[in-house]
Structure formats: C-alpha cells, structure tokens
C-alpha cells in the first residue's frame, strides 16, 4: 500500500498482468499529421507584444521541443474582451502581462492587441516554425473591425503562417457569459458568424477560417457543419475531461463517455461534409486543478488522449494553457523563466514518436488491466513505432508483442515515482531544461523470443517503443 501525496491510496498486486498485443500492419488507420500537436492561449496574451516574441528565447526552445510544425491557438474566454486598435502602441502595464487561462473567478479586463504584438508574433512563428489559428471578437467586437484585423494580420504573417481565422470562442456560452441575452441561440449565431465572416473575406479574399469552437452544445456541430461546410477548413470543439470539485487522478485516467459522445458528434459531421476536425481548446479540468492538473498523471492522459483523438480521425489537438495556470504544460514567464510541467512531457512523447499512419493493434488478456493502451503507426522514415500507456494505478503489466516483424526495437519510457507527483518526471531518463533542452539518456534493448517482443509497462506509465 502506497500513500501518496494527495492523500489516495494505491494497493500494488504483486505479480504483473500478462497481455498479449497483436499488430496487423496491412490494417492502416487515420494519419497523424506534422502540425497535429498545438497549445492554446488567452487571446489577451498579444497585448505583450513581448511575450510571442522571437526574443523569448526560452519559450521559442521549449515549443519547437514539440516539433517544427505545430499549431498556436490564440482564444479563450478572454478573446470576447480583447480589442485590436492598428494606431495603439503597446503599454507600460501590458508589457508585463502574463495570461493564465481564465478562471471564471474575476471580471476580465478588456485588452488592446496593437500592430506591434502581431509584428512581433511572426517573429515567434517564424522561429519555431508553428502555425497559428488566430481567433476574432465576436462577443464584443464588429464585423469591420475584425475584418481589419484580419487583414493586418494576414500581411503580416503571410497566408503560410495562418492554419485558420476562428470568429468568435465557445458562443454557445455567450448567454452565460452574458455576452447575448438569454434568447440568442444558434440560428443567431449562425447569422452573426456569416456578417463576421463575409466582412473578413471582403477584405482578405481566401482567408481561411474553422469553427463553431463550441464549449458543451454538440448539437451546434452539425448544422454549422452543413452551412458553411463551403467556406471553412476544419470543424473545431473544446473538451476538458473531469470538473471540480468531483475531479481526481482516477477519474482522469478512466474512459470518458464524454469524450467518446464527442468524437461521435465529429465524425457524423465529418459522414455528412466531409469536413475533418480538430479539438482547438482541450484539458484536464476548467481552470485547473492542484493535485491533479499538475501532476504525472495528467501526463499520461495527456499522451494517450492525443493518441485516442488521433486514431479517431482528430487532424489536431491544442492544450490551453500560459501563465501558472494549474494545467499549463509550459508554466512562467519572461522575467521569471519557464518550467515543463508534468503535462508537457507527454506531448514530447507524442514529438519523439512522430508523425505517420497509424496501423492496427489488438489487446487481449486484459481483464485484469483494464486501462492499458496501445497505439501502433508507421513513422514518416517508415519504422514502427508503439506507444503503451499503462492507466492502471494498481497493477504491473508484461505486453508480449505480436506482429511487428522487425529485427530489432529500443524501449522510451516515460516516468515518475508516483502518479500525483509534480516533479521527477523524465523521458528517457532525462528532464526538458528551461529553454527546452531535452537528450536521451535512458534507452533499452529488447530481444525478441520467435519474433515475439516482452517489454514491461509499470502501472502509471508510457512505453515507447521503436522497432528497426
């Protein structure tokens, strides 16, 4: 019996579950696209020009760490609150902010974005080498302001650097949010995002645009979908996996019915317009949670719900985060530094893996493991690859592998001492350094015993394993 810092318990059997996992490599799934991992942040973070700034050295070095072609989001809550203004010039005061995701606890203070942050942003993208889905006031703002934004930023950026416009985030709140009156519903909406999106392309011809990015309401998907399935890229929704107070490790690492009622909502939309989708604002829990947020095991659901979004058809996924946020992967700021949460690493799982096709893979004997995983795919170099998350807080596991005909294979894994832990957490043995250094300092071998691979997969824990 463990005690473990958040006060749960987790009882360890003593012997390890045998599971056999077979891979059919002529059964290929949906493909893992370069720029399918993204991190999200609060609109208001462009009033510091700053901060997506070529000169946040660190920042750039930990998100190219997640690879060359990934996607930023800029939205959130705060979106609806902040103004563009093409003759402002930044402020003493926004030169020094650092925006955590919003916590619903206070009034948000509106925010100016001037040309200098966008000039500013391309030099950020330009060094990471990120694309970015650029969100427009809808809550607050007007169709001729939105469209000037539009264009500055599209000058500025270039056509190459804006994977899509998004007007307006989570409008299925905005009678919550008491940004419309409690009448407003969809076919208001629908109406509005049409003016918005008709004044934007007048100014910027072929502007490329994705939405509804709701927040709850999966009935808006569809007939969003079936409107303007002419005129936009990619569907887009936002998902966070448990809530508070109820939320725990647990419940986290256990399948989501939730999620699995969205991926559906997605691929009937996805049948009927052939309009692929992407989760543009997603994770563990609104606003957070200390305990649970910010601890391993967010990193192994991290990992494996990427893979889980992957292998049902997701082109993409943003993690939102900034600031000290509970749930940020990246954590600080300019003057203080960064720091890689426990999240982060397993988003750099899902780096060193790579893009490709995912492949076939079958589970059996895991009746006594019931939250272990396994995702297959065939790398852009064409080697194997096999990531093994192993969600169960109780028990060890053996994986005998089947089918990956290859002579040779090197095992990365991803670990902690605990699942509740914040800190200790490495991948291959090493730790990601405050500019995103990050080595392989721990890899092993495996043999195989007539074709047949047996790596272990500790309770709470990711395996990757790639195959020669």
Same mark, same amino acid.
């Given at each position: 019996?463990?005690?473990c810092?958040?006060g749960?318990?987790e009882?360890?059997s003593?012997?390890?579950?045998v599971?056999?996992?077979?891979?059919?490599l002529?059964v290929?799934?949906?493909v893992i696209?370069?720029d399918?991992?993204?991190?999200?942040?609060e609109?208001?973070?462009?009033?510091?020009?700053?901060?997506?700034?070529?000169s946040n050295?660190?920042?750039?070095?930990?998100?190219?760490?997640?690879?060359?072609?990934?996607?930023?989001?800029l939205?959130?809550?705060?979106?609806e609150? /902040?103004?563009?203004?093409?003759?402002?010039?930044?402020s003493?005061?926004?030169?020094?902010?650092? +925006?955590?995701?919003?916590t619903?606890?206070?009034?948000?203070?509106p925010?100016?974005?001037?040309p200098?942050?966008i000039?500013?942003l391309?030099?950020?993208?330009?060094?990471?080498?990120?694309?970015?889905?650029?969100?427009?006031?809808?809550?607050?703002?007007?169709?001729e302001?939105?469209a000037?934004e539009?264009?500055?930023v599209?000058?500025?950026?270039?056509?190459?650097?804006?994977?899509?416009?998004q007007i307006g985030n989570?409008?299925?709140a905005?009678?919550?949010?008491?940004?419309r009156p409690n009448?407003?519903?969809?076919?208001?909406?629908l109406l509005e995002?049409?003016?918005?999106?008709?004044?934007?392309?007048a100014?910027v011809p072929g502007?490329?645009?994705?939405?509804p990015?709701?927040a709850?309401?999966?009935n808006?998907?569809l007939?969003? +979908?079936?409107?303007?399935?002419?005129?936009?890229?990619?569907?887009?929704?936002?998902y966070?996996?448990?809530h508070?107070?109820t939320?725990?490790?647990?419940?986290?690492?256990?399948p989501?019915?939730r999620?699995?009622?969205?991926i559906a909502?997605?691929q009937?939309a996805?049948?009927?317009?052939?309009?692929?989708?992407?989760?543009?604002?997603?994770n563990s829990?609104?606003?957070?949670?200390e305990?649970?947020?910010?601890?391993?095991?967010?990193?192994?659901?991290a990992?494996?719900y990427m893979?889980?979004l992957?292998?049902?058809?997701?082109i993409?996924i943003?993690?939102?985060?900034?600031g000290?946020?509970?749930?940020?992967?990246?954590?600080?700021?300019?003057?203080?530094?960064f720091?890689?949460?426990p999240?982060?690493y397993?988003?750099?799982?899902?780096?060193k893996?790579?893009?490709?096709?995912?492949?076939s /893979?079958?589970l059996?004997?895991?009746?006594?493991?019931?939250?272990?995983t396994a995702?297959?795919?065939?790398g852009l170099?064409?080697?194997l690859?096999l990531?093994l998350?192993?969600?169960?807080?109780?028990?060890?596991a053996?994986?005998?592998?089947?089918?990956a005909?290859?002579?040779s294979?090197?095992?990365?894994?991803l670990?902690?001492?605990?699942?509740?832990?914040?800190?200790?957490?490495t991948?291959a043995?090493?730790?990601?350094?405050?500019?995103g250094n990050w080595?392989v300092?721990?890899?092993?071998?495996?043999s195989?015993?007539?074709?047949?691979y047996?790596v272990? +997969?500790k309770r709470?824990?990711g395996v990757?394993?790639?195959?020669?």
């Amino acid at each position: 019996m463990l005690l473990c810092r958040s006060g749960w318990t987790e009882t360890v059997s003593p012997s390890p579950v045998v599971v056999d996992l077979t891979m059919d490599l002529s059964v290929q799934g949906h493909v893992i696209p370069p720029d399918f991992t993204g991190l999200s942040y609060e609109q208001t973070q462009l009033s510091n020009p700053e901060f997506f700034s070529a000169s946040n050295s660190q920042l750039v070095g930990m998100i190219s760490r997640l690879g060359r072609h990934g996607v930023l989001r800029l939205g959130g809550d705060t979106s609806e609150y /902040t103004f563009w203004d093409r003759s402002a010039k930044p402020s003493g005061i926004s030169l020094k902010t650092t +925006a955590g995701p919003d916590t619903g606890q206070h009034p948000i203070r509106p925010a100016t974005i001037t040309p200098d942050a966008i000039r500013q942003l391309k030099t950020f993208l330009d060094q990471t080498g990120w694309s970015v889905i650029y969100g427009l006031n809808l809550g607050q703002g007007t169709p001729e302001r939105a469209a000037d934004e539009a264009a500055f930023v599209m000058q500025t950026l270039g056509r190459e650097k804006i994977l899509a416009f998004q007007i307006g985030n989570e409008p299925d709140a905005f009678t919550l949010n008491r940004l419309r009156p409690n009448t407003w519903g969809l076919d208001d909406y629908l109406l509005e995002w049409d003016r918005f999106f008709q004044a934007v392309r007048a100014r910027v011809p072929g502007a490329p645009f994705a939405g509804p990015d709701t927040a709850t309401h999966l009935n808006w998907l569809l007939p969003f +979908a079936r409107k303007f399935q002419h005129e936009i890229k990619f569907l887009s929704s936002h998902y966070y996996a448990v809530h508070r107070p109820t939320g725990t490790i647990d419940r986290l690492l256990t399948p989501n019915e939730r999620l699995q009622l969205e991926i559906a909502a997605f691929q009937q939309a996805e049948q009927e317009t052939g309009l692929k989708f992407r989760m543009t604002e997603t994770n563990s829990c609104p606003s957070g949670k200390e305990g649970v947020s910010d601890t391993f095991g967010a990193a192994i659901w991290a990992a494996d719900y990427m893979y889980q979004l992957a292998e049902a058809g997701c082109i993409g996924i943003n993690f939102h985060g900034g600031g000290y946020g509970w749930y940020t992967p990246i954590a600080g700021n300019p003057e203080n530094g960064f720091l890689a949460r426990p999240e982060y690493y397993g988003l750099l799982l899902l780096a060193k893996a790579g893009p490709g096709r995912l492949v076939s /893979t079958k589970l059996s004997g895991t009746e006594a493991s019931p939250h272990l995983t396994a995702y297959a795919l065939r790398g852009l170099d064409g080697r194997l690859r096999l990531a093994l998350f192993n969600k169960n807080v109780d028990r060890n596991a053996v994986v005998r592998i089947h089918g990956a005909n290859a002579r040779s294979a090197t095992v990365t894994r991803l670990t902690a001492p605990r699942l509740s832990d914040t800190t200790d957490v490495t991948l291959a043995g090493s730790v990601v350094g405050a500019d995103g250094n990050w080595t392989v300092l721990v890899e092993e071998r495996l043999s195989s015993h007539e074709g047949v691979y047996s790596v272990s +997969a500790k309770r709470g824990s990711g395996v990757l394993i790639v195959f020669g």
